[in-house]
C-alpha cells in the first residue's frame, strides 16, 4: 500500500509541477478567465499525455503495486482524459472569440504555432479513432501498434512545438528549458523500451523445445533459456513474448505462464489459444525456434494467507490458474483448493486429462461448468455465480482468497456475486488481459 501512494505523489508530481513552474518568476500579461482556464486545460493535458510514455514502458517497480493489467487500464483512461483537455482548450478559445484564432490573410503568415498545434490535435483525434476501434475498422494489432506510438510522439512533440510557438507563458527560458528538458524524458523513455531493454533481451533469448497440442483450439509453447539461467516468475504472472523476429520487433504479445513456477532448469511454457489473429500461427512454430521472452510481470499470483484458494477461470483464462495448481502441486502444498472452470463443453476444456489427474494428487477439487453441456451430463451447467459458490464452497466465504481470469463479462459478474456474499474486496483478484 506504501508504494502504491509514492508512486501515486510521484505521478501527479511529473502533472502538476510543470503547471506550477509556470506561475514561478516573471508573469506575462493577464488575460480574461477563459483564455487563461483552457491555457491551462491544454498545458495539463500535453502533461498528461507526455507521463503515457512512462506508463507503459513496463517498469516493474512501478507495475508490481497494482499489476500491469490495472496500469494499462488506467493508461487507456487517463489518455482519453489528457486528450479531451487538448481538444476542449481550443473548443473554448473558439467560443469565447479569441482572436488568436483569427485567419491570417494567406497561408505565409500562419503562425509556426498554430501549425504545430493542428500536427497535435489531429494526431491526438487520429490516435483516439483507432484505440477505440480498431477491430471495427478491421485495423491489425500490429499496424495499429506502430502507428500509436508515431502519433503519440507527433501529438506530445507536436504540443511542445505549439507551446514554444506561442511563447506566452514560455518567455522565460528557464520554462522553456524546463518543458523541452521535459519532453525530451518522455521520449527518452520510448526509446527505453524500443532500444535499451530489447538490447537486455538480444542476449538471454529462448528456444522453442516442444510445440504441444491442447484442447480446445489451443497450443502449449515449452521455452528453455538458450546460454542463460533464465528468470524466475511467481504462479500468475505472464510475459511479452516475440516470437518472429528479434526483440526489436514494436510488436510483442502478453501471454500467461502455465508451467509451475518450481521449474528448476528455467524452463518456462505459454499456453496459447487460436483466436484467428496472430495466435493461429502458434501451433506451427518449429521446435529449436528462438524467441524472447520480457517477463515476468503482473501482482496476480498466490501467496497471501487464506485457508484456501479458489481459482474462477473462464476459457483461456485457465492458463495462469494451471500455473498456480502445478506450482502448489510441486511444492506440496496441503491447503484446500477449488477450481471452478467455465466453458463450453468437456471438449474444449484445456487441460481436462491434467486436472483430473492433479485432483487425486493434491487436496483439488474441479468443478466444470458448461454452457452447453452434452446429453446426460449431471454437473454444473450455465454461469459461474453466487448460487454456484454457495454450492461448493464452504462457509466464512471471507477467509478464501479468490483469483478470477476469463471474459471480462464473466469477471464482472463474478465480483458483482462475490460483493453480494460480502467478500472483502482484498480477498479477490482479477486480471484483465485486454491490452488495447
Given at each position: 500500500m506504501r508504494s502504491r501512494t509514492v508512486w501515486a505523489a510521484i505521478y501527479l508530481l511529473f502533472i502538476l509541477a510543470p503547471l506550477l513552474a509556470l506561475l514561478a518568476g516573471a508573469m506575462p500579461p493577464a488575460r480574461d478567465f477563459w483564455t487563461e482556464f483552457s491555457v491551462a486545460l491544454g498545458y495539463s493535458g500535453l502533461a498528461m499525455m507526455g507521463l503515457q510514455f512512462g506508463l507503459t514502458a513496463r517498469f516493474r517497480h512501478v507495475t508490481e503495486p497494482w499489476g500491469e493489467d490495472v496500469i494499462y487500464h488506467f493508461h487507456r483512461r487517463i489518455s482519453l482524459i489528457a486528450v479531451a483537455l487538448v481538444v476542449v482548450h481550443p473548443a473554448i478559445l473558439v467560443a469565447a472569440g479569441s482572436e488568436k484564432?483569427?485567419?491570417?490573410?494567406?497561408?505565409?503568415?500562419?503562425?509556426?504555432?498554430a501549425v504545430f498545434a493542428v500536427l497535435s490535435l489531429g494526431s491526438v483525434v487520429l490516435l483516439v479513432i483507432?484505440?477505440?476501434?480498431?477491430?471495427?475498422?478491421?485495423?491489425?494489432?500490429?499496424?495499429?501498434?506502430i502507428s500509436h506510438i508515431v502519433l503519440a510522439v507527433a501529438a506530445v512533440g507536436g504540443g511542445?512545438?505549439?507551446m514554444v510557438g506561442w511563447g506566452f507563458y514560455l518567455a522565460d527560458p528557464w520554462k522553456r528549458a524546463l518543458w523541452i528538458c521535459?519532453?525530451?524524458?518522455?521520449?527518452?523513455?520510448?526509446?527505453?523500451?524500443?532500444?535499451?531493454?530489447?538490447?537486455?533481451?538480444?542476449?538471454?533469448?529462448?528456444?522453442?523445445t516442444e510445440v504441444r497440442a491442447e484442447r480446445g483450439d489451443t497450443t502449449t509453447l515449452v521455452m528453455r533459456p538458450d546460454g542463460h539461467a533464465g528468470f524466475r516468475f511467481t504462479p500468475g504472472?505472464?510475459?511479452?513474448?516475440t516470437l518472429w523476429g528479434s526483440p526489436f520487433r514494436i510488436t510483442g504479445h502478453p501471454f500467461s505462464f502455465s508451467s509451475s513456477a518450481e521449474a528448476g532448469d528455467g524452463r518456462v511454457e505459454m499456453t496459447i489459444?487460436?483466436?484467428?489473429?496472430f495466435t493461429q500461427g502458434i501451433a506451427k512454430v518449429p521446435v529449436g525456434r528462438r524467441v524472447y521472452l520480457d517477463g515476468p510481470y503482473g501482482a496476480f499470483t498466490i501467496g497471501n494467507p487464506a485457508d484456501m484458494h479458489v481459482l474462477i477461470a473462464g476459457g483461456i483464462g485457465i492458463t495462469p490458474m494451471m500455473s498456480m495448481i502445478r506450482t502448489l502441486a510441486d511444492r506440496g502444498d496441503k491447503r484446500p483448493l477449488i477450481l471452478l472452470y467455465g466453458g463450453k463443453d468437456l471438449a474444449s476444456m484445456t487441460f481436462r486429462e491434467e486436472l483430473d489427474a492433479l485432483s487425486r494428487r493434491m487436496d483439488l477439487t474441479v468443478v466444470y461448468v458448461l454452457s452447453r453441456p452434452p446429453a446426460g451430463w449431471t454437473g454444473e451447467t450455465g454461469y459461474i455465480d453466487?448460487?454456484?459458490?454457495k454450492r461448493h464452497l464452504p462457509p466464512h466465504y471471507a477467509d478464501h482468497e479468490y483469483f478470477i481470469c476469463g471474459p471480462d463479462v464473466m469477471m464482472d459478474a463474478i465480483e458483482i456475486a462475490l460483493g453480494?456474499?460480502?467478500?472483502?474486496?482484498g480477498k479477490y483478484h482479477s486480471e484483465r488481459y485486454s491490452f488495447v
Open positions: 484564432l483569427a485567419m491570417p490573410d494567406s497561408v505565409a503568415d500562419v503562425p509556426m504555432g483507432m484505440a477505440l476501434w480498431r477491430v471495427r475498422l478491421k485495423i491489425s494489432y500490429e499496424f495499429w501498434h511542445l512545438l505549439h521535459m519532453t525530451i524524458f518522455w521520449i527518452a523513455l520510448l526509446f527505453y523500451v524500443r532500444l535499451f531493454k530489447p538490447l537486455f533481451m538480444l542476449r538471454r533469448p529462448y528456444r522453442v504472472q505472464f510475459g511479452w513474448l489459444r487460436n483466436l484467428g489473429d453466487a448460487d454456484l459458490f453480494e456474499m460480502k467478500v472483502p474486496i
